[in-house]
């Protein structure tokens, strides 16, 4: 029932949703006030939520910014969200894949010993494609050994990561600390759940939305971008979870 909340939650939260819907309001609607109220409103979410400035500003306070790893540790967990597949189930990289590249370049480089890789389907209702598997033979394919990659496949959502992925700690006898592998703009909540499960982690934060310390140019405060408004949804997303995922735990 929460997966399907938060999926329906997701869709509410997007500007857009609250843009059209004033717009239905205004044209639907007989009463002069509400319509004029409804033109407003409309106008104003338009004004805010197309703003690049106003997105860059909001973004590079919510993510984390880069945290360079200076120790060697067991093993680095990288969380789902980075793969799509099509009507034929062939899995393809989005534009999450630096939470791999990172994986590979840790591994590589000698900071973990082994992959931790957390995701299954993240659908509603097929829930065919695993994330986890296609990682695994992506990782297979760069010459990682089997034995150095450890797979969870059931998860949903970010809870689900943790709660799964504690288990294949336990089971496998790792040693903390981890390395959380994740979106900037999703390390946030990330680092409370897993905290909250018990897991002791690092952050090691990846695919930056907005580089961090970056400048504007002078159309971001003036000439609107539609594709801000998808944006917003995805970090309302995160803040809300991250707000709504303490107020629970506190209660």
């Known amino acids: 029932m929460f997966f399907l909340l938060s999926k329906l939650l997701y869709f509410l939260l997007s500007p ?10 205004y044209f639907l609607s007989k009463t002069p006030l509400i319509r004029r ?18 997105y860059n500003l909001t ?12 120790q060697h540790v067991e093993a680095g967990i990288v969380l789902g969200g980075l793969i799509s597949f099509n009507q034929q189930h062939q899995g393809f990289f989005n534009g999450a894949a630096e939470r791999y590249t990172a994986a590979l370049q ?6 973990i010993k082994k992959i931790i890789v957390s995701g299954g389907s993240g659908l509603l209702l097929d829930t065919t494609d695993k994330e986890a598997i296609f990682l695994r033979q992506q990782f297979l394919n760069a010459a990682v050994p ?11 959502n970010t809870y689900e990561n943790a709660l799964f992925t504690k288990k294949l700690i336990e089971q496998n006898k790792l040693q903390p600390p981890f390395v959380l592998i994740t979106s900037a703009e999703h390390m946030r909540r990330a680092l409370a759940v897993f905290h909250q499960a018990g897991i002791s982690v690092i952050p090691y934060p990846v695919n930056y939305n907005v580089l961090p310390h970056g400048k504007n140019n002078w159309y971001d405060f003036i000439i609107p ?21 303490h107020i629970t735990h506190k209660l």
């Open 146 to 156: 089997d034995n150095a990659i450890l797979v969870e496949d059931h998860s949903r």
């Open 16 to 25: 857009l949703t609250w843009c059209v819907i004033a717009i239905l309001i």
């Open 59 to 70: 973004e590079r306070y919510w993510q984390i910014n880069p945290i360079p790893l200076h």
């Open 37 to 54: 109220w409804a033109k407003i409103i409309a106008i104003v979410i338009f004004l805010i939520f197309s703003n690049t400035y106003l």
């Open 106 to 111: 840790l591994y590589e480089a000698g900071y």
């Open 225 to 245: 971008n539609l594709c801000n408004f998808y944006k917003w949804q995805d970090l309302w997303k995160e803040m809300i979870g991250y707000a709504v995922y």
